[in-house]
């Protein structure tokens, strides 16, 4: 047959490909390596600055951006528990339960999709989200702009910072997102190790990467400087254990499903997260979810979105045993489970290395003492 220029152009591509990863030994070689982390990317339309900053962090424990005052960005990533929740399910605005577990806020300004099913594409548009979110914040723009001008010192940070004439909710976006900038933890073994330190990783934790790296093959999804492809995957993680007895969960999961425009027969069959087919409304993405980073992992126990196991080792034998089984309505979601999860052969030392390893990720636990928060006062009166 004879073949034309293009027809064998790609040819020789593809017999270059081939012959790349034979000669590597491993389709895991074709991934982009583990390596340091490098600055967080600031957004060149809100840059960094002390007094932004430090707004934030104000902004970022005060329930007064809220529905009733009393929930904050903080309720829902405690700064003991990872700056994540240390429960299945995250706290919910009162009389709720939320429906996801919490993803810690520590790195998360290095992520371009945010939330478990990449719903929000930058920590200012996350805030703005999670503060309004029916089981989360519940607040109302109007309510919660008021609330600010109602503070003296929040008035006057607005205006010298961003020059509102009174403070404008998107930039209390804005400035929290600033100091979640700040939460970096990138001065872990495993990043000093990568940038030539030999002696940061003792000889289980080497191991571990060995495996991570290799047979276990995590580089195939959680790899990079962040260790996440951000991707989607359908891993058949299990349903949430409190769906089938917490009957307030239950109505929280209905509202989701009501919310988010499911088909009145998806309504009435499904038992777990479809995750990412509520965005795209494909079957072909039910059941998926963002690929978490790994870092600072040892501290914001349970794991999975919706906090299926309490400790690494559990997801560490997950894995091994080739994930999970989460076909509960017409085996559509069943069905989506990536291929690129299979059994691992992993013994119990390789387990414990690998953990050992992944828990190198985490470093020096961020403590933030809790700013002192700015009371209300009367609006001045403007005189002739």
């Not at 960005?73 to 577990?101: I, K, M």
């Not at 492809?229 to 209905?254: C, H, K, M, S």
């Not at 040892?298 to 045993?321: C, I, Q, S």
């Not at 003492?369 to 005189?383: G, I, N, Q, R, S």
Request: proline content about 7%.
């Amino acid at each position: 047959m004879k073949m034309g220029k293009t027809t064998t152009i790609f040819a020789a591509a593809a017999i270059v490909a081939v012959a790349q990863i034979t000669a590597s030994g491993a389709l895991a070689d074709t991934n982009p390596p583990l390596a340091p982390l490098g600055d967080p990317p600031v957004p060149a339309d809100n840059p960094q600055t002390p007094e932004k900053i430090e707004l934030g962090k104000k902004l970022f424990f005060d329930p007064r951006l809220g529905g009733d005052a009393s929930t904050a960005c903080v309720s829902c990533h405690e700064p003991s528990q990872g700056w994540a929740f240390g429960d299945a399910l995250s706290r919910g605005y009162p009389a709720t339960v939320h429906w996801r577990n919490s993803q810690t806020i520590v790195n998360s300004a290095y992520l371009g999709k945010l939330f478990w099913a990449g719903s929000a594409s930058s920590l200012e548009k996350q805030a703005k989200s999670a503060a309004s979110g029916a089981v989360a914040g519940n607040g109302e723009a109007e309510v919660m702009e008021a609330r600010l001008a109602f503070i003296p010192e929040y008035r006057a940070a607005f205006k010298q910072i961003f020059g509102d004439e009174w403070p404008k909710l998107g930039n209390a976006w804005r400035a929290i997102a600033a100091w979640e900038r700040t939460m970096v933890q990138k001065d872990t073994p495993v990043d000093k190790y990568l940038a030539g330190d030999k002696s940061a990783l003792d000889e289980q934790q080497v191991r571990g990467m060995k495996l991570f790296n290799g047979k276990a093959n995590c580089i195939e999804c959680h790899n990079g400087a962040l260790t996440t492809d951000q991707r989607y995957y359908n891993l058949g993680v299990p349903p949430a254990e409190r769906w089938e007895e917490d009957g307030l969960a239950q109505i929280t999961f209905r509202y989701e499903q009501y919310a988010k425009g499911v088909t009145q027969e998806m309504y009435r069959k499904i038992k777990d997260d479809a995750g990412l087919y509520y965005r795209t409304k494909q079957k072909s993405d039910m059941g998926k979810f963002r690929t978490p980073t790994l870092r600072y992992v040892a501290y914001t126990a349970p794991y999975m979105h919706n906090g299926a196991f309490w400790d690494l080792r559990e997801v560490v034998e997950f894995y091994n045993a080739g994930g999970g089984s989460n076909d509960f309505t017409d085996g559509t979601m069943g069905k989506n489970k990536t291929s690129l999860i299979k059994p691992l052969g992993l013994t119990d030392e390789e387990m414990d290395d690998l953990v050992a390893f992944v828990e190198a990720y985490s470093g020096p636990e961020i403590e933030v003492k809790a700013p002192k928060l700015p009371p209300y006062a009367p609006l001045p009166v403007e005189t002739d």
